[in-house]
């Protein structure tokens, strides 16, 4: 399958912990890659690899995969992480990308 | 500074083409691997295109055969021709640099908007 699957909507209560996930059978080969785009404007680079953080994002996001499905986690959320989280990766094919469909963050 | 500057959208009538640019600044778009990004009004990011450092391409299956990218090296500059467009082309259309495989896209233009509409 060359498919990411995210659930379109997650709620978290201010300072509490959410997993946004991301499943695809590409995930078994390939890391996924997570982005932070808040309305109006060009996605953010949040996680890469197998757990790595671009400089200037906060080290309360954290990235880890299990099988086919990869997490973002945001441990401790403030009220500035609500937006839409896109995780991206390969497909099975390694040479073309696969979006998933995005998760709705909301900080309660 | 890493920087990418994408013109050339517009509206355009249905079957008609367009050319999209990307400049880049800061970094060679010949050593990286080059990106198009769509969003639909109000929907997620789509992956559209890549060229690789060695120049090999790719196209998602929703405009392969109507997308060409391409770069010029001497303008440090990322290009998509899109030919045949409908509706559902319409989107604002972003650049964005991918230093390798698991790297992510680390650089995004501010992306340029076409409205493919009669």
């Known amino acids: 399958s060359s498919e990411l699957t995210q659930d379109p909507a997650v709620s978290v209560a201010l300072g509490q912990t959410v997993r946004i996930t991301c499943q695809g059978d590409?995930?078994?080969?390939?890391?996924a890659s997570w982005y932070q785009q808040k309305p109006g404007q060009a996605p953010v680079l949040f996680i890469y690899?197998?757990?790595n953080r671009p400089s200037g994002i906060p080290d309360r996001f954290s990235g880890s995969r299990s099988g086919n499905t990869a997490s973002l986690t945001i441990t401790g959320s403030q009220a500035e992480d609500e937006a839409h989280y896109y995780c991206?990766?390969?497909?099975?094919?390694?040479?073309?990308?696969?979006f998933g469909g995005g998760t709705k963050l909301t900080v309660l | 500074e890493v920087q990418l500057v994408e013109s050339g959208g517009g509206l355009i009538q249905p079957g008609g083409s367009l050319r999209l640019s990307c400049v880049a600044s800061?970094?060679?778009?010949?050593?990286?691997?080059m990106n198009w990004v769509r969003q639909a009004p109000g929907k997620g990011l789509e992956w559209v295109s890549v060229?690789?450092?060695?120049?090999?391409?790719f196209y998602s299956d929703s405009v392969k055969g109507r997308f060409t990218i391409s770069r010029d090296n001497s303008r440090n500059t990322l290009y998509l021709q899109m030919n045949y467009l409908s509706a559902e082309d319409t989107a604002i259309y972003y650049c964005?640099?991918?230093?390798?495989?698991?790297?992510?896209?680390?650089?995004w233009g501010q992306g340029t908007l076409v409205t493919v509409s009669s």
């Open positions: 964005a640099r991918e230093s390798g495989v698991n790297s992510g896209f680390d650089s």
């Open positions: 800061g970094f060679s778009v010949s050593s990286n691997y």
């Open positions: 060229i690789y450092s060695g120049g090999d391409t």
């Open positions: 590409s995930l078994r080969s390939y890391y």
């Open positions: 690899g197998k757990n």
């Open positions: 991206n990766s390969r497909d099975s094919s390694g040479y073309r990308v696969v």
